[in-house]
């Protein structure tokens, strides 16, 4: 019997990840461990929000994901095991795999995270330039004109 463990936290994403996974071998019984990693919440929101509110928001994100993507999973050799990550993913993967013969295969579908300016600027971030500098250049020309027109 494989062992996979993915975690995700967006369907679509993880869907297309998993497809090569989804289409291998069916005659071979396979073990899914679906762990849902939900978004990050600020730590100033306990202000606001219970302990025991964020943890029913958390469950409910969770299966709305899984309810998104157990029907690619379902085949007849295969189950399914649902767990919501609560901490530490090093920790979480150390707890799955404990007590298993053998090692099982982790597959990380989570989304990434879009850090560099030309994908912020793909997914509609604040500012743009053309050209790097021209930002830059503006602005001592636009000082420039300033300094001149004081000194006159």
């Known amino acids: 019997m494989d062992r996979v463990i993915v975690y995700v936290d967006d369907a679509a994403y993880a869907q297309q990840v998993l497809a090569p996974l989804f289409a291998r071998d069916t005659a071979v019984q396979t073990q899914w461990v679906l762990v849902a990693c939900a978004p990050r919440m600020t730590h100033r929101i306990s202000k606001w929000v219970s302990h025991s509110a964020r943890e029913n928001w958390r469950t409910k ?14 085949t ?19 707890q799955l795999q404990a007590g298993q013969p053998s090692c099982a295969q982790v597959v990380d579908a989570r989304r990434p995270k879009s850090d560099t300016p030309e994908e912020l600027n793909q997914t509609g971030g604040r500012w743009s330039s053309p050209r790097p500098g021209t930002l830059l250049g503006s602005l001592l020309t636009g000082f420039g004109a300033l300094w001149v027109l004081a000194l006159e």
């Not at 994100?61 to 379902?74: H, Y």
């Not at 007849?76 to 993913?89: D, I, N, R």
């Open 61 to 74: 994100w969770a299966d709305k994901l899984f309810a998104q993507i157990l029907p690619a999973l379902r």
């Open 76 to 94: 007849p050799k295969s189950s399914v095991t649902t767990v919501v990550a609560k901490g530490p993913l090093l920790e979480l993967t150390e």
